[in-house]
């Protein structure tokens, strides 16, 4: 076999692999001797079945088995020892391939058009200057998290007189003399909820015992609210225009947790804060640590954009491309392709320089750093269910049994070599600091 490659400019090639008879003979052959020990055809004892039989109803599959596998071993073994950089796949060439007939042909010329990665050099210094944003924590954050903190930990408790925010409940019944009338036992209902003022006001202050006249049809907007509070549905509530009365049994009311000691334990663990202050610091690092991601993906955008214009000017094989997207996307139209192929250039760009920076820095991604992606990514699902503890051990199980999901693991895998390239990166420019509040950088972020 032969593989010859012919240039046509800087990204573009023709690769033509030559398969001949002395190639695949002795492999056809083989094969064909192997469906004669296994065949099993009527009116031939097994193994006794004529070669030149087997040649004429297997040999053209056989022969175009065996001559498409070497050729495709061949030129994955070219491309590895001659180190060829190549974008996208090999497409077979529309204009110069020779027509292939596996009846008559015992030698076979293949040709296919190759793309190949632009060369370029990419030296990073302090010359380089990329904006870094730092979010400052303010004490409104802290304020606002310990508030979180203390509203995850609270609880419902019994309150003597209603107010706005309390829950209230009792049994409803329809103020109607009739055997029809809506009756609801246990019924909950909360004051904030009401939207009627006249309607909320008959509720402040009442105790238990007390009986409330109200009506529904004024003290809510709409039918789904009335439908909720009576347990009818939605036709039925529109019908509803007449006063209800509510025997108050019982009234709760939301309390935070105090800041104390117990709440300490119940974000942070057992005694690893003993203090107010010390709680706060924690609150303090925890946000911070947050900012600082906003931070590095902000600046990972800046890098993206700052790095793709060192590439400005270097040919791409764009026609290639183009039909390479289209042949490997079957729900792509050319049109399409043709309009977002600006920014599948710059995306391929980039990958180009994530993929340089790695390899000349030596960047290597271990299953380790795969799984503390995993508990990282678990770690703050769980956060924001307020579990700031969670176990490390079942945090450790957990993350293995996410990497198990199609898909997962691969996804993690590109997140973190992308993060360390964005960390060499990092290290190696100058970064124009600048000190911002959460509110500004928030109003980078959608300008």
């Known amino acids: 076999m032969n593989i010859v490659r012919k240039e046509i400019d800087a990204v573009n090639a023709l690769i033509t692999v030559q398969v ?7 492999k056809v052959e083989k094969t ?3 469906y004669k020990r296994k065949a099993n055809i009527p009116g031939f004892r097994p ?7 087997l040649k004429k109803m297997y040999g053209k599959s056989i022969l175009a088995e065996e001559v498409n596998k070497l050729m495709s071993d061949g030129l994955n073994n070219y491309l590895k020892e001659n180190n060829v950089d190549v974008l996208g796949e090999l497409l077979p060439n529309e204009t110069e391939q020779p027509p292939i007939d596996f009846d008559t042909q015992e030698d076979f010329e293949f040709k296919f058009d190759l793309a190949v990665a632009p060369e370029f050099e990419l030296a990073l210094s302090q010359k380089d200057k990329i904006n870094y944003y730092d979010i400052t924590v303010d004490a409104k954050m802290i304020d606002d998290q310990v508030k979180n903190h203390q509203g995850r930990m609270g609880k419902q408790v019994p309150a003597e007189v209603i107010s706005e925010k309390d829950m209230v409940k009792g049994d409803i019944a329809e103020v109607a003399d009739s055997e029809t009338a809506i009756k609801v036992e246990g019924g909950i209902l909360m004051p904030s909820y009401i939207h009627n003022e006249e309607q909320k006001a008959l509720f402040i202050g009442k105790k238990v015992g007390d009986v409330v006249t109200f009506n529904p049809s004024k003290a809510y907007d709409s039918e789904a609210e009335i439908a909720s509070l009576l ?5 039925a509530a529109k019908d509803i225009t007449t006063d209800f009365t509510i025997t108050i049994q019982e009234i709760t009311r939301f309390e935070e947790h105090a800041l104390d000691q117990e709440l300490f334990n119940l974000v942070y663990g057992q005694d690893t804060v003993t203090t107010e202050e010390e709680f706060r610091t924690k609150v303090a690092a925890e946000i911070k640590e947050i900012l600082n991601e906003n931070s590095f993906y902000r600046f990972s955008d800046d890098a993206h954009t700052a790095l793709v214009k060192k590439l400005e000017g270097i040919a791409f094989p764009e026609e290639f491309l183009k039909r390479w997207v289209l042949a490997t996307n079957e729900k792509l139209t050319a049109e399409q392709v043709e309009k ?12 180009l320089i994530r993929n340089k920076i790695a390899k000349d820095s030596d960047i290597k991604v271990e299953m380790e750093d795969i799984e503390a992606y995993a508990k990282k990514i678990l770690k703050a699902q769980y956060a924001q269910y307020g579990i700031a503890n969670f176990p490390d051990d079942l945090l450790d199980q957990y993350a293995k049994e996410s990497l198990k999901k199609q898909g997962t693991a691969e996804k993690y895998f590109e997140r973190v070599l992308e993060d360390k390239v964005i960390a060499i990166v990092k290290e190696s420019v100058k970064l124009n600091t600048k000190a911002v509040t959460l509110d500004e950088f928030n109003a980078l972020e959608q300008a």
């Open 20 to 26: 001949t008879k002395a190639d695949y003979a002795e």
């Open 32 to 34: 064909l001797k192997d």
């Open 47 to 53: 193994g006794m079945v004529p070669l030149g039989l």
């Open 231 to 235: 347990k009818v549905s939605k036709e």
């Open 340 to 351: 977002d192929f600006p920014q599948m250039v710059e995306a391929l760009k980039w990958q």
